[in-house]
């Protein structure tokens, strides 16, 4: 290697450059002499670092005076060195218009296909996450400023806790690709990130119980029926409402018991649900659908067929129905989930078998030794859910023989006599 290539090579680590001053000198000077004063004898002394030789007749203050110059250039050595180091890294480095340019749909396809171990909730959350930044940004953005400004700033409405969800689902995204695509830094780390106190809204926002007859009127299609006899009246979450195959509902009509199989977000398990409840998810399943495909749809029509209905659709259809029955502005369709668990609590008084109804896939520990019959989930659903405490009981619930209370042996099951036919 040449001398001059060994030159131009950074010998130093980068530091912030200073101005020198005769305090900086005096400073270092006393660094590197280290506090130890030469001693005066008749024989030639090594003297400073840069190890120059003084003759024998040199007093004391020569002896310093001429340390220190040599101390300072050498100072002055090291702060050329720093300042070369310094141009030759700033020349290394890349700018900003010169960062390679990287299509963001590539590189959300290969954070998928490395993110492959992840439940499907996490991955569904993940492309929620992404797919709208894909659309805002066709290229890659590696500025954090631009995307604090063009794709973060929408959300500054939202909660707290909201806005750190979504940057660090994409601090993840950049921290998986940077080495994949050799990106020199990770810009979210230019970007700070949000605080959230506590882990969100843990109380829950039940509907008072007098609304619910309201809600029911308020229904106009066999959609949004469906939808509050799923969420308000099984407990269901509005996803798994969302995920009801032809081929569940098919299978269901055949089962013992009203029971069918529910697509949550945690995990897919036979549920109970209501008798009225099945009869009206088999009118929502007419027979020219293929046993895969999703019953609940939307208004939306693609060539002549109905699209299955999305998750925004669907908090729109609930938030319809509030305002047509003069529910306040301040409850949201996952209100409808909690005030199921509320009202099931509230008459049961048993927790294990409310968060079992709600499919909880750890509730509490019972679920560790215990196993709840599925023939008593169906019974205790029928006396339990919130639409066999409706008063007056609502149109909807066409039963034949009314609703007249009937005590089994055990005293004190209130249930129909016979089975709805729906409308």
Partial sequence: MSKEQTKSQPDFPTLSLVEPTPHLFQGLHAGISNRRRPRRFGKVEMLGLAGEILGP?????????????????????????????KDIIMAQSPRREDLPRILTSEAVDYFFDVKTGLKESTNQSNRKRLKPFAAEFPELPLDGEIIRKQYLARFKDHAPRYQRNIYDVLDDFYGTIKSHFHLPFNPMDEIKRPQASGTGNIEPHPLNEKWLPWLFAAAQTDTEMAALHTELGAG????????????????????????????????????PILPETLQLLSRLTPPNLRDHDLIIRSRRVLDGVRQPMGMKAHTNMIYGLYRRANIPVNFVPYDLRDTFGTVVLKYSRDWFLTERLMHHVLPGEGNRYARYPMEQLCKDLQEFSPLRRLQPVPPFLSWTGGMKPKLNGEGGTRTPTHCCTGS
Avoid: F
């Fill in 236 to 271: 269901w979450r509005p996803c798994a409402y969302l995920r009801i195959e032809a081929v569940d509902v098919r299978e269901a009509l055949y089962r013992e018991g009203s029971i069918i199989l529910c697509h949550d977000k945690e995990r897919t398990e036979l549920a």
């Fill in 57 to 85: 007749r040199m007093t004391e203050a020569q002896i310093e005076r001429e340390t220190l110059a040599r101390n300072e250039r050498l100072i002055r050595d090291c702060l050329e060195k720093l300042a070369e180091t």
